[in-house]
């Protein structure tokens, strides 16, 4: 038995049908996604303006980080000088839109993992169903709004779930040496434990294209960068909309943090791919303190991770996880880390099972 075909009875039940799991689960993001759009739309905070400003001082041979800020126009800028430099390169936030958008439908090619010995058609309809799930998930609408990178971070980790090798390390290791978070921190330990060389290809994906950058931009730049990465925990302090666990308080965030690593690396060592997969993505939303809903998109690449190994569990994922990621998306990641723990679908095969013959 593979991680994705977990154990049936023989006969199809709503629980382990995935084709329940991916209608109930659609049907809910869709729902919540028209729900909550008029919301997300009167979001007035612009991302890609902390870009702009950036690319302007880098420009004017100006500081790029700066943390006591002129006005309330100013904008943070967080990330190392390759996002600066390209916003400077090409000043558009409708290309920024265009590859996000790219970059969520590209979590379809999770149905490579999820569904790995279905037939063709089915493959691509469980393809087409995820990457509008991607699409139409109110997180990944709020931050093509906001203008953040997490809409980025979410195809980059499902490409690499899905392909392992250089075509799933090179996204992922750009999109670290552009706009590295430590929310991506629990899943390349993940990746060390459990797929070695491909953490080693992010590496160097990220290192070729930092060096690249600091031969265009020069050093200095990221001599800059680490020098201000201890004033960056500002985020941690923000008077409002931050929903991660420092929002609770810095002890918190910092057990969070702890419990995050912990995890993942329990998870990698112990739980098959699907599972320890899900864990690591999910940690990353513990591993960032200080996170915004639009955060939470990294949860679907998850719970498909979590469908894959466990079809009941996934179920369960699919109508909860959304729900409860309006509450509070530190507790959605908990849940999809808890369901990765046990074996429902064992449960649930070891009850339809008949007397003396366990299911595999």
């Not at 031969?215 to 923000?238: C, F, H, I, K, N």
Request: hydrophobic residues 55%.
């Amino acid at each position: 038995m593979t991680a994705a075909e977990p154990m049936t009875s023989g006969r199809r039940t709503p629980l382990v049908d995935g084709r329940v799991a991916i209608l109930a689960g659609l049907t809910l993001l869709v729902i919540l996604g028209l729900g909550l759009a008029p919301t997300i739309l009167r979001e007035r905070t612009r991302d890609w303006l902390a870009y702009e400003q950036a690319a302007d001082r880098l420009v004017a041979g100006q500081p790029l980080y700066v943390f006591e800020l002129a006005t309330t126009d100013d904008e943070y800028y967080l990330y190392p000088p390759p996002t600066a430099a390209i916003w400077g390169a090409v000043p558009s936030p409708e290309a920024l839109l265009a590859v996000k958008v790219v970059a969520l439908a590209a979590v379809g090619i999770l149905a490579l993992v999820a569904w790995p010995r279905a037939g063709p058609r089915n493959r691509l309809l469980l393809a087409g169903a995820i990457a509008v799930a991607a699409l139409v998930a109110s997180p990944n609408l709020h931050d093509l709004v906001l203008g953040n990178v997490m809409a980025l971070y979410v195809g980059a980790v499902a490409i690499s779930l899905a392909r392992p090798g250089w075509l799933g390390a090179v996204p992922l290791g750009i999109v670290c040496a552009a706009a590295l978070k430590p929310v991506v921190g629990p899943y390349l330990l993940w990746l060390l434990v459990r797929r070695r060389a491909d953490a080693g290809r992010v590496v160097a994906v990220g290192v070729g294209v930092s060096a690249a950058f600091a031969v265009l931009l020069g050093p200095g730049r990221y001599v800059e960068y680490l020098v201000a990465l201890p004033e960056m925990s500002v985020l941690v302090d923000l008077p409002s909309g931050n929903v991660g666990l420092s929002s609770i308080s810095r002890e918190v965030a910092i057990a969070g943090v702890v419990v995050a690593y912990a995890a993942t690396a329990l998870a990698a060592l112990r739980l098959d791919a699907g599972r320890g997969a899900a864990v690591a993505v999910a940690a990353g939303l513990l591993a960032q303190p200080s996170i915004g809903f639009n955060y939470a998109g990294l949860l679907l690449p998850a719970v498909v991770m979590l469908w894959s190994a466990d079809r009941v569990a996934g179920l369960i994922a699919c109508v909860a996880v959304p729900l409860v990621t309006i509450a509070s998306p530190p507790l959605a990641a908990l849940l999809v880390a808890g369901l990765a723990a046990v074996r429902l679908d064992g449960l649930l095969a070891t009850r339809h099972a008949p007397t003396g013959q366990p299911l595999r």
